[in-house]
């Protein structure tokens, strides 16, 4: 069996692993084809081609292709059956729901679908249901309604709102057909096990960033069709016993909360709102009073400032998962979540941001928290504190250097399951949670004397949208979700190999 590569890789060695083949085809050999070089000497020849992915610098994927030609009509015949089979006992998607939000980001989500994503699903003979919304909560609404188990994985092709809508669909599909109230802030919720995959085509694509490490549809739609699984943790939002919202990258108060929501009086702008509206909240300097009292995750094995991030197969995230659920084994239903420690913070903050990932993006490589894991049951809780806007600024600047953002005496970082926040005006307003906190949590650590100006509440911006109330309870449940993802790989000599010379001989 001979080898007839793509152009750029001739003469080169290379191998491909099966789990990242996409696609085998017979070839069919036209005239042109047989009388190029060595074929030329072949009798009648018979050939197949593997498509398969070829990985590029920054995380990038590309379907890159290989012909291989014998004249054994018997034996080309063979390698495709056998081929095939390998790709059948894989766990790759054969049928998919795919919402498009044609109004997201810059409106291309359509055309993104149509012109790069379809003929990659074609290729690998993946069937689809497309749905193009017609409104917001369409998708989500329609979660409520179709046969899911028909389906391998549900798509959603928009941006960060996009994919917050479709979750929120399948976990609450979820919860519904197994009878579980959604407003029980304890309630035990029903796993996802249905996997979403992101195609990124809207203004904001940084949940598909942080688990692919780059926003490119190509890329996310290679991701889908491999069957990439990647666990991630979704922070469940209560008032009281109302549900508000899930997570799965920032719950923002203060300063996030602020821009997010001078932002939406501002969508005219359009993206550059958001520099817009930063500038101004940055300048204002507004902080706010109030009491954040959580429960450290002690099941976790690492710490908000480890040196390394989470990464493909990230051995934190497992052995976390695995001491949880030990956890849970041993003391069963005995294990009451409220008998654990909790710590009780009364204060003045900028912000006060909890993060389930490191929520990087282009323009903050590193994220609010770099250590941050996708997958280990826990968030980062970072409490700015009151400062001077020069040091705030210092803060901000160092999410865009080496330098490490949580070595300032006015932020404090702590890895956590569960937390509470209260502001001022409401614990006035609604002394419950207060007193709960004082009966339940002892002592509390107070770090100035009481604010004497005038301290409005702030909005919590949860994952891009603001929530109706500033006093919530949130809880992490580990591994709640999964995407068609790996999380982000090392650039490995893998890496640099592949992007050299990429393919090697399969066969
Ligand atoms: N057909 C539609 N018309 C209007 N809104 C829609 C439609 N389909 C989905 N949406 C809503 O649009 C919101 C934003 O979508 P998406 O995240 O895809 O785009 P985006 O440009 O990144 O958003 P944003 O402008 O908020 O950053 C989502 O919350 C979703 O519920």
New binding site residues.
């Given amino acids: 069996m001979r080898m007839r590569q793509n152009p750029q890789f001739d003469r080169k060695n290379c191998f491909v692993p099966t789990s990242e083949i996409i696609a085998v085809e017979e070839t069919e050999l036209n005239k042109k084809q047989r009388n190029i070089g060595k074929w030329q000497k072949m009798a009648k020849p018979h050939a197949f081609t593997v498509y398969y992915v070829k990985k590029a610098r920054n995380h990038r994927w590309r379907c890159s292709d290989v012909t291989f030609w014998c004249v054994d009509e018997h034996l080309c015949n063979q390698w495709i059956q056998a081929l095939k089979e390998l790709l059948e006992m894989q766990s790759k998607p054969k049928q998919l729901l795919v919402y498009i ?5 810059k409106r291309q989500g359509k055309s993104i679908y149509e012109q790069k994503v379809a003929p990659l699903f074609s290729l690998a003979s993946i069937s689809t249901d497309v749905v193009i ?7 989500k609404d329609n979660l409520f309604e179709v046969n899911i188990n028909k389906y391998d994985g549900v798509v959603c092709v ?5 994919f ?2 479709v979750m929120h669909g399948l976990i609450g599909r979820m919860q519904k057909d197994s009878g579980i109230d959604q407003n029980n802030p304890k309630a035990p919720l029903v796993q996802c096990n249905i996997r979403i995959g992101i195609i990124p085509a ?3 694509d940084c949940i598909c960033y942080s688990t692919v490490g780059i926003s490119d549809p190509v890329t996310s739609a290679l991701h889908i069709i491999v069957g990439d699984c990647q666990p991630l943790d979704v922070s469940s939002v209560h008032h009281n016993n109302t549900f508000l919202k899930y997570s799965v990258s920032l719950l923002g108060y203060g300063f996030y909360g602020d821009i997010l929501k001078d932002s939406e009086k501002k969508r005219w702008m359009g993206p550059m709102r958001y520099d817009y509206s930063g500038l101004k909240t940055f300048l204002s300097h507004h902080y706010y009073e109030g009491t954040i009292s959580f429960q450290p995750a002690k099941h976790t094995v690492g710490s908000p400032q480890d040196k390394d991030s989470c990464r493909t197969g990230c051995y934190i995230c497992k052995k976390s998962e695995q001491q949880l659920s030990q956890q849970y084994k041993e003391c069963g239903l005995k294990h009451e979540e409220d008998e654990e420690e909790w710590k009780v913070i009364k204060g003045k903050f900028l912000a006060i941001n909890a993060v389930n990932m490191s929520c990087a993006c282009p323009r903050s490589p590193k994220g609010l928290s770099p250590a941050a894991h996708l997958a280990d049951g826990s968030a980062d809780l970072i409490l700015v504190r009151k400062c001077s806007r020069f040091d705030f600024l210092r803060y901000l600047v160092r999410h865009t250097n080496q330098d490490d953002q949580f070595d300032f005496s006015f932020v404090d970082v702590y890895r956590v399951k569960s937390f509470q926040f209260t502001s001022k005006l409401s614990e006035d307003n609604e002394s419950n949670v207060t007193d709960i906190g004082k009966k339940r949590f002892g002592q509390f650590c107070r770090d100035h004397p009481a604010c004497c100006c005038n301290i409005a509440s702030s909005t919590w911006n949860c994952d ?1 949208e603001t929530l109706d109330s500033s006093a919530i309870q949130v809880r992490v449940h580990c591994q709640f979700v999964k995407l068609f993802a790996r999380g982000i790989e090392e650039n490995s000599k893998d890496e640099a190999a592949y992007s050299q010379s990429s393919i090697e001989q399969l066969l």
Avoid: K
């Fill in positions: 939000n044609p109004y997201g980001g919304t017609e409104h917001a909560n369409h998708a928009g941006g960060d709102g996009m917050s809508e809207g203004s904001t891009g």
